[in-house]
């Protein structure tokens, strides 16, 4: 199984007992009490491990936005080529890199989000790696297409996962979960473009080229060439 270059693969993580502690108390402190504050984060670790921690061991979801006090989220009819994020509905993700994109990108400057993370399959059914893909308008790019945002905290039950799909040659699961009913967050975590570990390797895209190509081949993503 061979991924393709342009998937950025997540950096390997391995915490020490007294960091697992540190996040632990975090935890206990601030999502725990679902009081949807935010939470004061000033450990030497990076943000994105912690987020990872929160979706990988306490089977969390994150919400990235450039609103800084969302109180509720509430379904909203989304925009993807794919049939299940195209629907009404409230998004989220079972990964802690991919929703800082969404917290950190302009949204004024931006118009055409270009992205992904999934998981490898193996046969057995169990999980590899994840990998992502991030790219925005190139003259946004040029110009400094980011900005502070908020990455939120969410229970999963009201969610559902996107199926596994085959693709590239494999079977991977892709991180977009779905909830048809409003929800509200358990604790937020303020993030900067410094934050995001890729930020120096997101891409660039003519939106107009892209979609030309998207809308002739609908299943080539990430249409890169």
């Known amino acids: 199984m061979q991924i393709l270059e342009y998937f950025l693969q997540r950096p390997a993580t391995e915490l020490d ?34 987020l990872c921690y929160l979706c990988d061991q306490k089977h969390l979801l ?7 006090d969302i109180a509720e989220f509430e379904p909203r009819k989304a925009n993807d080529i794919e049939e299940f994020g195209n629907r009404l ?18 949204r004024d400057k931006v118009t055409l989000l270009v992205n992904a993370c999934f998981k490898t399959v193996f046969e057995d059914a169990t999980s590899g790696n994840s990998y992502y893909y991030f790219s925005v308008d190139e003259a946004a790019l040029a110009s400094y297409a980011w900005q502070e945002g908020t990455v939120y905290i969410i229970r999963r039950e009201t969610f559902e996962q996107q ?34 570990p890729f930020l120096s390797q997101t891409r660039g895209h003519d939106p107009v080229e892209l979609s030309r190509r998207a809308a002739a081949n609908p299943a080539g993503f990430p249409w890169h060439e």
Request: hydrophobic share 45%; proline share 10%; glycine share 4%.
């Open 163 to 196: 199926p596994e799909q085959e693709r590239w040659g494999m079977r991977f699961s892709i991180a977009q979960w779905a909830s048809p009913v409003a929800v509200k967050p358990l604790a937020k975590l303020a993030v900067t473009p410094e934050d995001f």
């Open 62 to 68: 994150l919400h990235g936005s450039n609103s800084p």
């Open 89 to 106: 509905a409230v998004y989220a993700s079972s990964d802690g890199i991919w929703p800082m994109y969404f917290a950190i990108v302009n």
């Open 17 to 50: 007992q007294s960091e697992i502690n540190a996040f632990e108390k975090l935890f206990a402190d601030y999502v725990l009490p679902a009081r949807g504050k935010e939470i004061p984060y000033d450990l030497a670790l990076p943000k994105w491990q912690f």
